[in-house]
């Protein structure tokens, strides 16, 4: 190096003292939660079978038509296996919510009431309705109000999808306090059903507790406060379907699909299974068109994957589920302990053996690719660190005016060293490329990984349901503190 | 990229050259900056002189030195188009003298040309000014006029993103808006943006607000400057009347 310093080799270099140390590393701790140590719970005995959510109850008994009952209120609930119960919120008293299940082209009418000490929203995270039913912060319920959300659910929308609160603000506390629920559309010609294709619902989610087990947050003020706000809260439990490590068990032979939501507010699971590739079938909007064979799969932050799991192991053995490290953070932030594995839930090979191995179909259904032949309208939307476009979110300002019947572009730019996942409300998309390598299939998404310093290009059609909808990062964190867009549509 | 790093004894000295750069700067005279940068650039034809006198700051402020490739290495490749080889890089850190002494922060003097991708591309001139008048990283900070230095208030950020030492912001914030607008119009206006994807700076959570706020070495003073003369100022001595 010639320039500045007589360094010959390597970096410059800025000494500051060495009393940064001890200045910088316990300042750490101040005002933080209490955390409880995670490791010595995944070392607890996972025995628990994975239970899967309840149902609500279809109360109709007109054909086509799910009418469901759901209520958000504070409950008294353990947050942890043999825990005390302290105080959460619930739909319907459960953690997570009852799952809601239906047809292509059913009606779905869903009664709702709010019994929270503050305003919410029920947003259909996916599903593609009218924007009065989005239950997006346009649209707050008060406390003690109720509100019936009405929609049909569209033909070829069969998948998996999920519901959670989305009010002005308090999106990532509504949901860490446990208010997220699992959706299934269900198609009539289910290739995967029609085999008799085991089908499991895996909803991830994450947090962190106070020494009483009650879900903890970090003051604003504090040096955890701007780390959350700035990675988003990441919890040190890993929870499915709110149980820590379950096993689930397999036959010789069996075939599984796993219907894998990712409800954590920033955690981004790099899903593997020990000793087996996944058949990676589905995503947000539902079946690919061929398998897939992965070795892991990527889910951020409200995405959906669908998987198929083999019973190929050695009966009476077991093959973890883990979350392999995966570096979505800026160096400023990132976890001292982001490279560790962390182990989901376990996979018990039972001894018992199956008549008939199903094949898995080599065409799950047809999916189209990007025709991008009507495309007349493209935009750039910029991700920077908590802003679109330079701004934070105005609920009273529309960012993008699109037309209905339109075909679009859209060019998601991340400028910044930390991944955002991108997610477009009322609409399915088709991402066309990432940083110009061509997606190498096409599948239905309504959230897009952006990695840092990265572009994706995303192709929407905004064929129906004029109003206004949302757009913005899914780390709950940045949402609420504004990294959010509106778009009209009309 | 820790390993095979070469850390010699004369860190300190790095740190005191790029000191010295900054202040020398700060306290550059103003008056005829327009002229000199205009004069510097005879055959720039019509460019707008805000963006001329942009130029002028920025050879004359040493940017090239960090940015690339050299001061004043205006016409050869990659200028200030960032770090493009890892001896670019700053260890920030008691691992300057002692290596494996923590913390350790590299960090990386960044692209300034316009490209969308990789530079400043994306950037308003707005946000450039207010990275260099108020050391807020671009990327973080919204797109809009900041009258405070006080946290939360006129619209300067509750958390601040500040940028990394040692760009030595807390000098040149002291340039009047005229200057660092002008610079700006420069970097986003009158270089060609070059695709140059440099590593992200390391740095502590709070993007270095507390020593910012606490550590000698990079403290910052008040700005605007306290009123002159200080404890270390005097009034000019009327100059004595020559002896015959």
Redesign the interface.
């Known amino acids: 190096m010639q320039r500045h310093s007589p360094l010959a080799r390597g970096a410059r270099a800025v000494l500051f003292a060495a009393v940064i140390g001890w200045v910088w590393s316990p300042r750490l701790l101040d005002g933080s939660p209490v955390f409880v140590d995670a490791r010595a719970r995944s070392a607890m005995p996972a025995s628990e079978a994975l239970r899967q959510p309840p149902t609500l109850q279809n109360t109709s008994s007109r054909r086509g038509v799910v009418e469901v009952t759901l209520t958000a209120a504070p409950a008294r609930l353990p947050t942890m296996p043999g825990g005390p119960p302290v105080n959460v919120y619930a739909f319907n008293g459960s953690v997570p919510g009852p799952t809601l299940e239906a047809n292509e082209g059913d009606s779905v009418i869903i009664h709702f009431r709010n019994e929270l000490p503050e305003p919410t929203t029920v947003h259909w995270h996916g599903l593609h309705i009218p924007a009065s039913a989005d239950g997006s912060p346009l649209s707050p319920i008060a406390p003690g109000k109720a509100h019936d959300y009405r929609f049909r659910l569209a033909s070829g929308s069969a998948g998996t999808y999920w519901y959670h609160p989305h009010p002005d603000r308090r999106t990532g506390f509504q949901i860490a306090m446990g208010l997220f629920g699992g959706i299934i559309v269900h198609a009539p010609d289910d290739p995967l059903a029609a085999k008799g294709v085991a089908d499991k619902l895996l909803i991830l989610s994450d947090n962190r507790f106070d020494s009483n087990g009650a879900p903890a947050f970090s003051d604003p003020r504090s040096i955890q406060g701007s780390i959350d706000l700035e990675n988003g809260r990441e919890g040190d439990v890993l929870f499915v379907n709110g149980q820590v490590m379950p096993t689930i068990s397999i036959r010789p032979g069996e075939l599984q699909r796993w219907r894998i939501v990712n409800a954590s507010a920033a955690r981004i699971y790099r899903v593997a299974l020990a000793g087996q590739h996944l058949i990676h079938v589905g995503s947000d909007g539902g079946l690919f068109e061929h398998p897939v064979e992965v070795p892991d799969v990527l889910v951020a932050n409200s995405e959906r994957v669908e998987v198929l799991v083999r019973g190929s192991g050695t009966p009476g053995e077991r093959a973890l589920l883990e979350d392999l490290p995966y570096d979505r953070y800026m160096p400023q932030t990132r976890p001292a302990d982001w490279a560790r594995a962390r182990q989901i839930l376990s996979l018990r090979y039972e001894s018992d053996s199956v008549t008939q191995p199903v094949e898995i179909p080599a065409v799950l259904r047809h999916v189209p690719p990007p025709d991008t032949s009507r495309v007349r309208v493209r935009r750039t939307i910029v991700m920077s660190q908590g802003l679109i476009d330079g701004k934070r979110m105005d609920m009273h300002r529309v960012d993008i005016h699109s037309r209905l019947g339109a075909t679009e572009i859209w060019t998601i730019q991340n400028v910044v060293g930390m991944d955002h996942p991108f997610h477009l409300h009322g609409f399915h998309f088709q991402i066309i490329d990432r940083d110009g390598v061509p997606e190498p299939f096409s599948s239905w998404k309504d959230t897009g990984n952006v990695p840092k310093h990265s572009s994706i290009r995303i192709l929407v059609h905004f064929d129906d349901y004029p109003g206004k909808w949302m757009y913005h990062c899914h780390i709950l964190e940045h949402e609420d503190e504004g990294m959010m867009g509106v778009l009209q549509v009309r | 990229m820790l390993s095979?790093?070469?850390?010699?004894g004369?860190?300190?000295?790095?740190?005191a050259?790029?000191g010295a750069?900054a202040l020398s700067a700060a306290h550059y005279v103003r008056g005829a900056a327009s002229e000199a940068g205009a004069a510097e650039s005879p055959a720039s034809g019509a460019a707008d002189p805000v963006v001329l006198h942009g130029r002028f700051l920025v050879i004359s402020h040493g940017c090239g030195?960090?940015h690339g490739p050299?001061?004043d290495g205006v016409s050869e490749p990659g200028w200030l188009a960032g770090e493009r080889s890892?001896?670019?890089?700053?260890?920030?850190?008691?691992?300057?003298?002692?290596p494996g002494?923590?913390?350790c922060?590299?960090t990386h003097p960044r692209n300034l040309t316009p490209d969308?991708?990789?530079g400043l591309g994306?950037?308003?001139e707005r946000?450039i000014f207010n990275a260099l008048r108020y050391g807020v990283?671009?990327?973080?900070?919204?797109?809009v006029k900041i009258t405070s230095t006080i946290p939360g208030q006129g619209n300067f950020p509750l958390?601040p993103?500040y940028l990394a030492?040692?760009m030595p912001w807390a000098a040149w914030r002291h340039m009047p808006d005229a200057d660092l607008q002008a610079i700006a119009a420069y970097l986003k206006r009158g270089l060609k943006p070059v695709h140059n994807?440099v590593p992200?700076?390391?740095?502590?959570?709070?993007?270095w607000a507390?020593?910012y706020k606490?550590?000698?070495?990079?403290k910052l003073g008040s700005y605007p400057a306290p009123p002159f003369p200080t404890v270390n100022e005097r009034e000019p001595v009327a100059k004595a009347p020559a002896r015959h």
Not at chain 2, 200 to 207: A, L, Q, R, V
Not at chain 2, 214 to 218: K, S
Request: hydrophobic share 30%; aromatic share 8%.
């Open positions: 095979g790093i070469r850390i010699s004369y860190a300190a000295v790095s740190a050259v790029i750069t030195g960090c050299t001061e890892p001896d670019q890089q700053f260890l920030i850190g008691p691992c300057a003298i002692t002494a923590m913390p922060f590299h969308d991708e990789t994306r950037f308003t946000q990283r671009p990327e973080d900070t919204p797109d958390h993103h030492p040692p994807k992200e700076s390391e740095g502590p959570p709070d993007f507390d020593e606490n550590m000698p070495q990079i």
